[in-house]
């Protein structure tokens, strides 16, 4: 059964950047799409990212296009989400997750191997 484990997240000013860091364990990468989702205080968990690990395929929300960046590195069974440009409001608990290839981050069903998440804060 495949897991995931969450890193990376932490204290950065508005405007700063962050690397989150998504370790894979149990399978081999290539059989999953690797979702990045959020949940701030008082919102609903929502997609942020993922990435089709079986043909290199990545999907953005309106939220993190154009500021965040998904990539992997299969020799480290490890996929990341570089965040740039911070905002107050990318504040949030971020979760990894694991999903058939071919799952979507709009469809959040479709992953069921969750990690325990690592905190974002974007404050002065």
């Known amino acids: 059964q495949v897991h995931v484990v969450e890193s990376g997240g932490g204290l950065v000013q508005p405007g700063g950047s962050l690397r989150l860091s998504c370790a894979v364990s149990g399978d081999i990468l290539d059989y999953y799409t690797i979702g990045w989702f959020r949940q701030a205080p008082g919102k609903e968990r929502e997609g942020v990212s993922h990435?089709?690990?079986?043909?290199?395929?990545?999907y953005y929300a309106d939220s993190a296009k154009g500021r965040f960046t998904i990539s992997r590195d299969n020799a480290k069974n490890t996929v990341y989400l570089q965040m740039n440009v911070l905002r107050p409001e990318d504040t949030a608990v971020y979760y990894c997750?694991?999903?058939?290839?071919?799952?979507?981050?709009?469809?959040?069903?479709?992953?069921?191997?969750w990690g325990q998440g690592t905190q974002v804060t974007v404050s002065s």
């Open positions: 990435i089709n690990n079986r043909d290199g395929t990545k």
């Open positions: 997750a694991a999903a058939p290839p071919g799952a979507t981050i709009v469809y959040q069903g479709g992953f069921y191997s």
